[in-house]
T-cell receptor, first 117, second 116 residues
Framework: AQTVTQSQPEMSVQEAETVTLSCTYD???????LFWYKQPPSRQMILVIR??????QNATENRFSVNFQKAAKSFSLKISDSQLGDAAMYFC??????????????FGGGTRLMVKP | GAGVSQSPSNKVTEKGKDVELRCDPI?????LYWYRQSLGQGLEFLIY????????KSGLPSDRFSAERTGGSVSTLTIQRTQQEDSAVYLC??????????????FGPGTRLTVT
């Protein structure tokens, strides 16, 4: 079974600064997908960024980028130019690429990000 | 178009009562998932529906939990004889064909269940 670990329960960043959230995972599979989801107080889970394991290039979405280290099974999220609206819970998630192998997401425990004005 | 919707938004029930939680997925999405988010257990997978295939029930915590999906669209999660440990936020998600880009699951706003 796959596991996802987020070792930072809480992080704090000054507005306009950069912060990195850590995520490690354990899997025996070679093909999979990784995601970062944001959950604001409204409870709505919002996809921030995705990474296909077969791609070596790190994914980037505007101010959000990842550092994907497949051999180390590490998938960190970097938020640049942090904004007050970035304050939320962030979840790292894993999904197998096998078409019939339980396509559910396996989530880490989450990191609460606080943004100071 | 409309996103995933869930009802009710909040539900308070007495221990031992049955509850039904509803999920309306995004139109055309063939896959539907239920997850539970609780303080002690984090985010856990409960059940997964894909088209007309038999659902993957491997995440259901006990036989008090069941779910159905009618007509490949709306899903209902039923919890019988609720217990206090069932208190959690129940999240529903849907996705298009799971082997096709962009692979992501779209989540509803969840139902917060409180068992007193």
């Amino acid at each position: 079974a796959q596991t996802v670990t987020q070792s930072q329960p809480e992080m704090s960043v000054q507005e306009a600064e950069t912060v990195t959230l850590s995520c490690t995972y354990d899997t025996s599979e070679s093909d999979y997908y990784l995601f970062w989801y944001k959950q604001p107080p409204s409870r709505q889970m919002i996809l921030v960024i995705r990474q296909e394991a077969y791609k070596q290039q790190n994914a980037t979405e505007n101010r959000f980028s990842v550092n994907f280290q497949k051999a180390a099974k590490s998938f960190s999220l970097k938020i640049s130019d942090s904004q007050l609206g970035d304050a939320a819970m962030y979840f790292c998630a894993y999904r197998s690429a096998k078409g019939n192998a339980g396509n559910m997401l396996t989530f880490g425990g989450g990191t609460r990000l606080m943004v100071k004005p | 178009g409309a996103g995933v919707s869930q009802s009710p938004s909040n539900k308070v029930t007495e221990k031992g009562k049955d509850v039904e939680l509803r999920c309306d997925p995004i139109s055309g999405h063939t896959a539907l998932y239920w997850y539970r988010q609780s303080l002690g257990q984090g985010l856990e997978f409960l059940i997964y529906f894909q088209g007309n295939s038999a659902p993957d029930k491997s995440g259901l915590p006990s036989d008090r939990f069941s779910a159905e999906r009618t007509g490949g669209s709306v899903s209902t999660l039923t919890i019988q004889r609720t217990q206090q440990e069932d208190s959690a936020v129940y999240l529903c998600a849907s996705s298009a064909l799971v082997t096709s880009y962009p692979y992501e699951q779209y989540f509803g706003p969840g139902t917060r269940l409180t068992v007193t």
